[in-house]
């Protein structure tokens, strides 16, 4: 049957997967606010993690489709924060581990599950020489139904999850949304080329994609060289192998002081996953570009991920 009812009409009767399909309208997988369902290390210690109450969409990815592509989105509720929430396998005695925290879903009905009670659940890694929270070597694979909240390293022999080894992996119902303020510090360069900061320490927002929109970068600060020369600035791609850049403006020959202001729409095919933005600056290898912010000239640094976008219309 190539066209469903249509919705939503008095004498027919409906499934809720009609109403999981509406969801995805205007949201995507993923928590709605920014404290919601966050994974930390459990407060009692041992290896167990803490998870925060919350509100969290989860896609049905198994069972025959309700109204056509999906199962839509499912809507699952924490309404207390949850003391060990999971526990962890013991440690390797001698290698690093990466285990994820998820949040299941599950539907007897819909989705073709032995039941319908949602957990939140571990997905234990394989022990791996060199495993880290940023490569994520060894890791699983979040299981189909399923919201992946955070990874946690477990480190060789260790007894307890340190808040340290704990990497939040949580999506963005509403897309990805990060935006940091600075009213003092300098960061700058003077090599050729572009490149990462040579000098003080630049902004680096890390962010949670879904991998299906663009990404807007926003930075704006004042700068100083200590000549007039050619200086610039674009956005750098950070944990990609190699880094990635995103060529921003080029200011030429500029004076003493002068305002710089990014914005970056970057469609550069990003798959799921956490990902590392920061503004970079060029140098012509003998004046020192710096980016500088102070409390009447604060530096802002914005990522956004464009989830309600619709892309290919021509």
Same mark, same amino acid.
């Given at each position: 049957?190539? %066209?469903?009812?249509?919705?939503?009409?008095?004498t027919? #009767?409906?499934?809720?997967?009609?109403?999981?399909?509406?969801?995805?309208?205007?949201?995507?997988?993923g928590?709605?606010?920014?404290?919601?369902?966050?994974?930390?290390?459990?407060?009692?210690?041992?290896?167990?993690?803490?998870?925060?109450?919350?509100? &969290?969409?989860?896609?049905?990815?198994?069972?025959?489709?309700?109204?056509?592509? #999906?199962?839509?989105?499912? /809507?699952?509720?924490?309404?207390?924060?949850?003391? $060990?929430?999971?526990a962890?396998?013991?440690?390797?005695?001698?290698?690093?581990?990466?285990?994820?925290i998820?949040?299941?879903?599950?539907?007897?009905?819909?989705?073709?599950?032995?039941?319908s009670t949602p957990?939140?659940?571990?997905?234990?890694?394989?022990?791996t020489?060199?495993?880290?929270?940023?490569?994520?070597?060894?890791?699983?694979?979040?299981?189909?139904?399923?919201?992946?909240?955070?990874? /946690?390293?477990?480190? +060789?022999?260790?007894?307890a999850?340190?808040?340290?080894?704990?990497?939040?992996?949580?999506?963005?119902?509403?897309?990805? !949304?990060?935006?940091?303020?600075?009213?003092?510090?300098?960061?700058?360069?003077?090599?050729?080329?572009? $490149?990462?900061?040579?000098?003080?320490?630049?902004?680096?927002? #890390?962010v949670e994609? @879904?991998?299906?929109?663009?990404?807007?970068?926003?930075?704006t600060?004042w700068?100083?060289?200590?000549?007039?020369?050619?200086?610039?600035?674009?956005?750098?791609?950070?944990?990609?192998?190699?880094?990635?850049?995103?060529i921003?403006?080029d200011?030429?020959?500029?004076?003493?002081?002068?305002? !710089? !202001?990014?914005?970056?729409?970057?469609?550069?095919?990003?798959?799921?996953?956490?990902?590392?933005? @920061?503004?970079? %600056? @060029?140098?012509?290898? /003998?004046?020192?570009?710096?980016?500088? &912010?102070?409390?009447?000239?604060?530096?802002?640094?914005?990522?956004?991920?464009?989830?309600?976008?619709n892309?290919?219309? +021509?």
């Amino acid at each position: 049957m190539a %066209l469903r009812n249509t919705a939503f009409i008095d004498t027919l #009767t409906y499934g809720f997967e009609w109403l999981r399909l509406m969801l995805e309208a205007g949201l995507q997988e993923g928590v709605l606010n920014a404290g919601d369902m966050k994974v930390t290390a459990a407060a009692a210690g041992g290896m167990k993690v803490d998870i925060a109450a919350g509100t &969290a969409f989860v896609k049905g990815d198994t069972g025959p489709p309700g109204t056509g592509l #999906t199962q839509g989105l499912y /809507v699952q509720v924490n309404d207390a924060a949850v003391a $060990g929430a999971v526990a962890l396998d013991a440690a390797h005695g001698s290698l690093p581990r990466i285990d994820l925290i998820v949040l299941q879903i599950n539907d007897a009905t819909d989705l073709g599950t032995a039941g319908s009670t949602p957990a939140f659940a571990k997905v234990t890694g394989a022990a791996t020489s060199g495993a880290t929270r940023d490569n994520m070597s060894g890791a699983g694979v979040v299981p189909a139904n399923a919201r992946l909240l955070a990874a /946690v390293l477990v480190p +060789a022999a260790s007894t307890a999850v340190v808040a340290g080894n704990v990497c939040d992996r949580r999506g963005w119902a509403r897309g990805a !949304h990060v935006s940091l303020r600075r009213t003092a510090g300098t960061f700058g360069r003077q090599a050729v080329g572009f $490149g990462p900061a040579e000098s003080g320490a630049y902004p680096v927002i #890390t962010v949670e994609l @879904s991998g299906l929109h663009p990404v807007e970068c926003i930075f704006t600060s004042w700068s100083e060289t200590l000549t007039s020369g050619r200086s610039g600035m674009g956005v750098r791609l950070r944990n990609t192998v190699p880094d990635r850049q995103f060529i921003g403006n080029d200011g030429g020959q500029q004076a003493t002081e002068w305002t !710089h !202001h990014l914005h970056e729409v970057l469609d550069g095919g990003f798959a799921a996953g956490r990902y590392a933005f @920061s503004p970079e %600056l @060029s140098g012509d290898g /003998v004046r020192i570009q710096q980016m500088i &912010a102070d409390a009447t000239r604060p530096q802002t640094f914005a990522v956004r991920e464009l989830a309600r976008q619709n892309a290919g219309n +021509a």
